[in-house]
C-alpha cells in the first residue's frame, strides 16, 4: 500500500477531526465522550492477544500472493482501489471513497468504514472498538519497510478507542503503545513483525513487495476486543 519511502504527505487529516468523519461515514452518530482521564493499562493489558510468539521471524501461516482472493472470493472483481478486509468471521470487500496523498478511506456495503495512512490502519468505524485516532511522536518505521531489514526500528503511538455500544467507562483516549519493528526475507518477499506493548500489549504482521516495500496483506490490532484486521490488498491505488 505505500511503495517504498513516502514523501510529505499533502493536506494531512487532522486526528481529532477523524473519529466523527468516520462515524457519519458508517451511519453512526457522534457518542458522548463522558470520563476520558482513567488509565488504560491494566484493563487493555487483560484484554488483548495473548503474548507474542517468541520464536523469531517467522510467518505462522502463508499468507495469500499480491492481489489474489482465495477460496469463493476468487471471482471477485472491482472498478477501482479495493481492500479484502476480515475482522472475527466477518469478511468484506471495501472500496476507496476518498484519498489525499498516503492518506485514505475505505468502506464496505454494510458502512463499516477504516482509514488508512499508507499500510497503516489509523482508524476505523463499524468494528466492535472503534480506533478513533493514531498519532505518532516520530515518523513511522512502515513509511519504509525495506529499510527495516538491516535497521530495525522503535516508534511509540498514542491511540484514542472508542466501543461500539458508547460505553464511556470503557473509552480510553491517550493510550500510550511502545513498539519495535524489524523484518526478515521469507518466500513471499518481506515479512514485518511489529510487536507492542505499554497500554496495550499485541503483535502486528505485515507481508510486502521485496523490492518496493508496498504491504500487500497485514494483521493489525485496532482495539480492545482482541480482534486483528486481516487486510489483503485486491487492488491498490495507483500514485
Do not use: H
Not at 26 to 35: F, I, Q, T, V
Not at 62 to 88: C, F, H, K, M, Q
Not at 122 to 127: E, F, I, M, S, Y
Not at 174 to 197: M, N, Q, T
Amino acid at each position: 500500500m505505500r511503495p517504498g519511502a513516502a514523501g510529505p504527505i499533502l493536506a494531512p487529516m487532522p486526528p481529532l477531526r477523524l473519529l466523527p468523519l468516520l462515524l457519519l461515514l458508517a451511519g453512526c452518530e457522534m457518542p458522548e465522550l463522558g470520563e476520558t482521564g482513567r488509565q488504560a493499562e491494566n484493563l487493555l493489558r487483560a484484554s488483548v492477544f495473548l503474548p507474542p510468539r517468541q520464536d523469531g521471524l517467522t510467518p505462522y501461516r502463508r499468507p495469500l500472493p499480491p492481489g489474489s482472493i482465495a477460496g469463493e472470493d476468487e471471482a471477485l472483481t472491482t472498478n477501482g482501489p479495493a481492500l479484502l478486509v476480515t475482522y472475527g468471521s466477518q469478511r468484506k470487500l471495501m472500496t476507496l471513497i476518498q484519498g489525499t496523498g498516503e492518506q485514505r478511506l475505505w468502506r464496505s456495503d454494510d458502512g463499516t468504514v477504516i482509514a488508512t495512512d499508507g499500510a497503516r490502519v489509523v482508524a476505523t468505524a463499524g468494528t466492535v472498538t472503534s480506533l478513533a485516532a493514531t498519532r505518532f511522536d516520530s515518523p513511522d518505521p512502515l513509511d519504509d519497510v525495506t529499510t527495516l531489514l538491516d535497521r530495525p526500528a522503535a516508534a511509540r503511538r498514542v491511540v484514542d478507542l472508542v466501543p461500539a455500544n458508547r460505553d464511556t467507562d470503557r473509552m480510553r483516549f491517550g493510550v500510550s503503545l511502545e513498539c519495535r519493528l524489524r523484518a526478515a526475507r521469507v518466500e513471499e518477499g518481506l515479512y514485518v513483525e511489529e510487536r507492542c506493548g505499554g497500554g496495550a500489549r499485541f503483535l502486528n504482521r505485515y507481508w510486502a513487495d521485496p523490492e518496493t516495500g508496498a504491504v500487500w496483506r497485514s494483521e493489525q490490532w485496532v482495539g480492545i476486543d482482541g480482534r486483528p484486521l486481516l487486510i489483503e490488498v485486491v487492488s491498490p491505488p495507483s500514485n
